[in-house]
């Protein structure tokens, strides 16, 4: 077990979504020490860390992942404990557009930190604790399900996309540099998160960003697509207590246990923004319009999470309707922010709104 009063904790990706979710949440635990490595990409800001930039023991290195020069400076300067590796590519439509990035940055930039973890490990002879390199993953790994069933932690891979193809590529690599070289390693693969701080590419944040501007709401297919959703807290949460807790060599899926198809997903944040923002034309369905899937487009994910709950007791507390309830309200509370990061899916060649 890691002690915060005594650690160290490097987070990749953390002025992104999720890594500033678990900055936030090592802070509040009061760990000594929270290195950020983020390159600073169209995704990351660092405004998602504004209150938290003047904790003592917080700080940021504008480092790419892919650079390894720069990485083993940082690694060697902070002597991390554990690194927390959530820096990648993440949008599914861009991997589609360009999955060039996608491999440099969630194939190689992975690679660099596993070697450097590597390197570090066996350079010090001198008892100390090895790094614990805590990859962060997803669960599109798998594939997509039909109807029935949900993804454990054997289910075999099938990524469809560039985007999950990357993951897939780079868990395998964390598992081999673990098995291969004694590398001690953790893995967690997550459903869909939503909450505050998501970049306005994603189908929660340009849904509430559409309809606020009266615009359409184009829908990928009939929003059929079943995606299983996560308030990103409770993943920070469980991210945490994966890395204090995990066992070396283990994966471990989380998820919410709330299975939602796209539609409904759109509809409710409808339903929330006519509760708190009604428009005088009526119900912001009105603005849903469907257009053409996007190619490989997977069917469902729902993640079955009894090891993590079992193993290491963790389990979500924030319900899907609370929590999308608390996101609709902080976007619109925090529209500054949403114009200041830029990004509204435009950036995209696809039209379509989807999750994952
Ligand atoms: N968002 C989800 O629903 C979800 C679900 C499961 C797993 N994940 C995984 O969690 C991790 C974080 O996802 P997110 O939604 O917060 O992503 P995000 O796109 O919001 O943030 C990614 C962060 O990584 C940084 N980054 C990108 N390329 C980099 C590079 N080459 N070097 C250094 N930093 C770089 C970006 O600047 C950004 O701050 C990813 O690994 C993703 O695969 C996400």
Not at 75 to 83: E, L, N, V
Not at 92 to 112: A, C
Not at 129 to 139: K, L, N
Request: aromatic residues 8%.
């Amino acid at each position: 077990m890691i002690l915060p009063d005594q650690n160290c904790i490097l987070v990749t990706g953390g002025a992104g979504f999720i890594g500033s979710a678990v900055i936030r949440h090592l802070i509040e635990k009061n760990v000594k020490k929270i290195v950020n490595v983020d390159a600073l990409t169209y995704a990351g800001n660092l405004s998602t860390l504004s209150g938290q930039s003047q904790y003592d023991g917080y700080v940021f290195e504008q480092v790419n992942i892919c650079d390894q020069d720069a990485l083993r400076d940082v690694i060697k300067r902070h002597q991390p404990d554990a690194i927390m590796h959530l820096a990648a590519e993440s949008h599914v439509d861009r991997s589609i557009d360009g999955p060039g990035l996608f491999i440099e940055t969630n194939v190689k930039g992975t690679y660099n930190l596993l070697e450097l973890v590597r390197e570090e490990s066996t350079s010090q002879k001198s008892g100390r604790r090895q790094i614990r390199f805590h990859h962060i993953s997803t669960d599109e790994v798998y594939g997509s399900l039909g109807e029935q069933g949900l993804f454990v932690e054997d289910s075999p891979y099938q990524p469809n996309s560039p985007y999950s193809a990357s993951k897939a590529a780079s868990d395998h690599l964390v598992r081999a540099w673990g098995e291969t070289f004694g590398v001690d390693i953790v893995v967690s693969n997550c459903s869909n998160n939503y909450g505050p701080y998501q970049y306005p590419e994603k189908l929660i944040p340009v849904v509430i960003h559409r309809a606020l501007d009266e615009e359409p709401i184009p829908v990928y297919g009939k929003g059929d697509n079943v995606r299983d959703w996560l308030f990103v807290d409770d993943h920070a949460r469980a991210l945490v207590t994966v890395m204090q807790s995990g066992e070396n060599g283990r994966t471990y899926n989380i998820g919410g246990d709330s299975e939602r198809t796209n539609l409904e997903v759109v509809h409710g944040i409808c339903n929330v923004l006519d509760q708190i923002r009604p428009r005088e034309q009526g119900s912001y369905s009105s603005l849903i319009e469907f257009v053409t899937d996007r190619p490989g487009h997977d069917f469902r994910y729902a993640i079955d999470a009894t090891r993590i709950k079992t193993e290491l007791g963790w389990s979500a507390k924030e319900t899907f309707e609370s929590g999308l309830h608390e996101t609709v309200s902080w976007y619109l509370n925090n529209q500054e922010w949403v114009v200041s990061v830029g990004g509204d899916g435009a950036s995209s060649l696809r039209r379509g709104l989807g999750a994952g």
